[in-house]
């Protein structure tokens, strides 16, 4: 099994910073491409920010020059900086990552539980 395990979340003022771990653990072969979604209340699931397995970075235009995405693949962790944070950042935040169960699967998609992250003016 596979499993993706975030933390990082909490309640910040606007300007401030957080930073989002998220770790893949159980038995793979190997982790493509990862990323970062997040949903508000009412609202749907949106994506914000993604990494390729070599290290190329996508983000959502809302976001751009505030957040910063990476990754460890030596560790199978990604993690996301947040930086000048606005109340309407406010949202759950959920890790997301395309994994190879064994040597010439499919990869597969698989998400994290989610992370509070709390906004206040």
């Known amino acids: 099994q596979v499993e993706l395990a975030e933390s990082g979340g909490g309640s910040v003022q606007a300007g401030g910073s957080l930073n989002l771990s998220c770790s893949v653990g159980?038995?793979?072969?190997?982790?493509?491409?990862m990323g970062w979604y997040r949903q508000a209340p009412g609202k749907e699931r949106e994506w914000i920010v993604g990494?390729?397995?070599?290290?190329?970075?996508r983000y959502k235009e809302s976001v751009k020059g505030r957040f910063i995405i990476s990754r460890d693949n030596a560790k199978n962790t990604v993690n996301l900086q947040m930086n000048n944070l606005k109340p309407e950042d406010t949202a759950v935040y959920y890790c997301?990552?395309?994994?190879?169960?064994?040597?010439?699967?499919?990869?597969?998609?698989?998400w994290g539980q989610g992370t509070q992250v709390t906004v206040s003016s």
């Open positions: 997301t990552a395309d994994v190879q169960p064994y040597p010439g699967y499919q990869f597969a998609g698989h």
């Open positions: 159980g038995r793979f072969n190997s982790v493509g491409g």
């Open positions: 990494i390729s397995s070599q290290g190329k970075e």
